[in-house]
């Protein structure tokens, strides 16, 4: 079922699809989601959750994409259509709008943190002065708002010109210089006096922060960091070339993304529990500890502004990524234009963005939720990034498993990676494991 809607090269499938799993996920979402679930029991129940929960899915969703060579609707209603099964692909379309609105909110942080950091005015900060700057920052509209639509422009801007003249040309270098700025910044944490406590805290499992909302994010933060659940990998699956091994791409993309993360770690907590500042800041973390982190170190000057212009770049990769999804579904099913889909869709992210932009803080209704008490942000961050992802990665692994069936998977995974012989042991996880532990997960929510 090939089709000629433009496709990856080689390596470029691996790039961009990492591109699309490394972004704000590893380096925003992951170590103050650790932080607030006490340390390192969520990193174990993360990296379970990564192996027998999320990787299945991953395999599942690259072969569902390179078979139909389709978007997430187009998928499901090429292998079984007339059924509800399309409607899996329209939450994914519509997890796609949700995710890109309030993820574009922190990428437009990150953007302004590189402004503040190119024009000094992180030198010499202390602990305080860098909570109360992000205080500041997140909660000024007229910072948050136009750096959303900025944000949001970019990112359309790049997916206009389609796959392989705009994704897969940002992927390609500026992923190693990020990596080399993180070796650096982790030298840096390891090494500040009182490293030590921030290691432990990550590390050591305590068993009494055992709880269902645990596992759930941990579940919910594997989707999440490795794009999955929405038909982000389908729809990038379905750009891949027969000749590529499938397993292999997302066995490197899956241990690059899980890699990264776990980085970001080693980097936030030292410095966190070395500074004596809080670990359990929520979505502040990140923009709290590094210009801190950053002004501790030789070169700082330097290092600060590109790290923050690399990590809006990987947020950016992200972001195409996320926009693609819908793009995709209306290019292939609407039969819009591309540049129409991405321009229309984009704006109306950007609107349903807003609210999340004003949550920080600026606006006390939204956040501070009545009833729920906790932001707007963050209430979006736990029903998009978290629920649909997982409820999306729920039946996705049950399509594969029972309504087009393993076998049939295989015979395409089979292209391109030669005989296999774990793949039975795939095969029990998409069946079996994926769905099993999903479902349990989801309803322990309710106890
Ligand atoms: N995986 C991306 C990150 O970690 C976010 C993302 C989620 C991208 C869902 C696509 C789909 O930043």
Not at 78 to 100: D, E, R
Not at 387 to 410: D, E, H, T
Request: net charge positive; proline share 5%; charged share 10%.
């Amino acid at each position: 079922m090939e089709t000629n809607r433009g496709s990856f090269s080689r390596i470029g499938f691996i790039l961009a699809a990492a591109g699309s799993a490394v972004g704000l996920g590893n380096l925003w979402k992951f170590p103050y989601t650790v932080g607030e679930n006490g340390g390192g029991l969520f990193v174990v129940i993360y990296l379970l959750s990564v192996i027998a929960i999320a990787f299945p899915v991953l395999l599942a969703e690259v072969t569902l994409g390179r078979f139909t060579g389709k978007n997430p609707v187009g998928a499901f209603n090429a292998i079984k259509p007339g059924t509800p099964w399309k409607l899996v692909g329209y939450l994914g379309v519509a997890s796609g709008f949700m995710i890109l609105s309030f993820y574009s909110v922190v990428a437009g942080t990150t953007l302004g943190y590189f402004f503040k950091s190119v024009t000094g005015q992180f030198v010499n900060i202390t602990p305080e002065i860098a909570e109360q700057t992000c205080d500041a920052f997140t909660s000024n509209p007229a910072f948050q708002l136009p750096l959303l639509a900025l944000f949001i422009a970019i990112t359309v801007f790049v997916v206009m010109r389609g796959v392989s003249g705009g994704i897969e040309k940002f992927s390609k270098i500026l992923m190693p210089v990020l990596f080399g700025i993180l070796i650096l910044l982790l030298v840096r944490s390891l090494t500040l006096s009182g490293a030590a406590k921030g290691i432990e805290f990550y590390l050591k499992p305590d068993i009494s922060a055992l709880k269902p909302k645990l596992v759930l994010d941990a579940m919910g933060q594997a989707f999440f960091s490795l794009s999955l659940g929405m038909g982000t990998m389908i729809t990038y699956g379905s750009y891949v070339s027969k000749r590529e091994n499938l397993v292999t791409s997302a066995g490197w993309i899956a241990s690059f993304d899980t890699g990264i993360a776990l980085m970001a770690g080693f980097i936030i907590f030292p410095a966190i529990f070395s500074q004596g500042m809080n670990e359990a800041a929520g979505p502040d973390t990140m923009f709290n500890v590094l210009p801190v982190l950053f002004d501790k170190m030789p070169g700082g000057i330097f290092f600060g502004p590109l790290f923050f212009l690399l990590l809006s770049i990987a947020a950016l990769t992200s972001t195409i990524s996320i926009l693609e999804v819908p793009v995709a579904y209306a290019v292939d099913e609407r039969k819009w234009g591309r540049k129409k889909s991405a321009i229309l869709i984009g704006s109306i992210a950007c609107l349903i963005g807003v609210p999340a932009a004003l949550s920080q803080g600026s606006v006390p209704f939204l956040a501070d939720l009545p009833l729920l008490h906790i932001s707007f942000m963050a209430l979006w961050v736990q029903v998009w990034g978290v629920l649909s992802l997982s409820i999306g990665a729920f039946f996705i692994a049950l399509f594969v498993g029972y309504a087009w069936k393993p076998g049939n998977a295989l015979m395409e995974i089979r292209q391109g990676a030669g005989s296999l012989k774990a793949v039975s042991l795939w095969v029990f996880a998409v069946k079996y494991v994926s769905p099993l532990l999903i479902l349990a997960i989801l309803i322990g929510m309710f106890f």
